[in-house]
T-cell receptor, first 113, second 112 residues
Framework: GENVEQHPSTLSVQEGDSAVIKCTYS??????FPWYKQELGKRPQLIID?????GEKKDQRIAVTLNKTAKHFSLHITETQPEDSAVYFC????????????FGKGTKLSVIP | NAGVMQNPRHLVRRRGQEARLRCSPM?????VYWYRQLPEEGLKFMVY????????ESGMPKERFSAEFPKEGPSILRIQQVVRGDSAAYFC??????????FGPGTRLTVT
C-alpha cells in the first residue's frame, strides 16, 4: 500500500443515528481492507474486513462497502450506541510482495446519548 | 487467553538507555508485525518477521532499531540509545500467512 486517506477526522452523531467513515487508497494492487476500532488506551480491534472480490459485507450493525474502480471503501454503523464511541482506523493491504497494513489517520467517533 | 501478548505494558527509559519490547503471537500464528503509534495518530508499519527471518523492515529507522523473532521465544523489538522522539505506543500484531492481523495490547514507551 502507498497512501490511505480517511475522512472525517472527527464525527459526532446522536445515539440511534448512522455513522459513515470513508477511505480512499492509491495502490491498485490492494486486495484486503480491514477496519479497526481503538478505544482510549487499548489495542486496535478488528471489527470487519473486506476482500477485493466482494463489494459489500455486513455484520449486524456494521457494514463495509468497496468500490475498486474508484478506489474507496466505507464503514457504515447503523443504530449507533454510546459504546461505539472510539477511534476507527481503515487500512489496506496489497498482498504479495507487501506485508504491511497501511493505516488511515483515524476517525474519532462520538455517539451522544 | 490465546491472544497476542506484549510486555511490558508500560516502559520508562531515560535518554540513552536501551528499550526491549516483547511480543508473543497468537497460538498458530507464525507472522509478526510491529507498528508504532504516536499520540492521536494512526499506526505506522515498522517491520514484518517470521521465525528467524526479517521479511520486510522498510518501516524501521536505519539506526538504533532492530527486531528479531527467534526460533524459541517471543519477538523482540530493541531500541538502543533512546531519545524523546521514541516515546510512543508500540503494537505487535500476528497473523497466519496473508491473514487477518490481530493486535496485542501494546507497550507504551516513555523516554524521560
Amino acid at each position: 500500500g502507498e497512501n490511505v486517506e480517511q475522512h472525517p477526522s472527527t464525527l459526532s452523531v446522536q445515539e440511534g443515528d448512522s455513522a459513515v467513515i470513508k477511505c480512499t487508497y492509491s495502490d491498485s494492487a490492494s486486495n484486503y481492507f480491514p477496519w479497526y476500532k481503538q478505544e482510549l488506551g487499548k489495542r486496535p480491534q478488528l471489527i470487519i474486513d473486506i476482500r477485493s472480490n466482494v463489494g459489500e459485507k455486513k455484520d449486524q450493525r456494521i457494514a463495509v462497502t468497496l468500490n475498486k474502480t474508484a478506489k474507496h471503501f466505507s464503514l457504515h454503523i447503523t443504530e449507533t450506541q454510546p459504546e461505539d464511541s472510539a477511534v476507527y482506523f481503515c487500512a489496506e493491504f496489497a498482498g504479495a510482495g507487501s506485508y504491511q497494513l497501511t493505516f488511515g489517520k483515524g476517525t474519532k467517533l462520538s455517539v451522544i446519548p | 487467553n490465546a491472544g497476542v501478548m506484549q510486555n511490558p505494558r508500560h516502559l520508562v527509559r531515560r535518554r540513552g538507555q536501551e528499550a526491549r519490547l516483547r511480543c508473543s503471537p497468537m497460538k498458530g500464528h507464525s507472522h509478526v508485525y510491529w507498528y508504532r503509534q504516536l499520540p492521536e495518530e494512526g499506526l505506522k508499519f515498522m517491520v514484518y518477521l517470521q521465525k528467524e527471518n526479517i521479511i520486510d523492515e522498510s518501516g524501521m529507522p536505519k539506526e538504533r532499531f532492530s527486531a528479531e523473532f527467534p526460533k524459541e521465544g517471543p519477538s523482540i523489538l530493541r531500541i538502543q540509545q533512546v531519545v524523546r522522539g521514541d516515546s510512543a505506543a508500540y503494537f505487535c500484531a500476528s497473523s497466519t500467512f496473508s491473514g487477518e492481523q490481530y493486535f496485542g495490547p501494546g507497550t507504551r514507551l516513555t523516554v524521560t
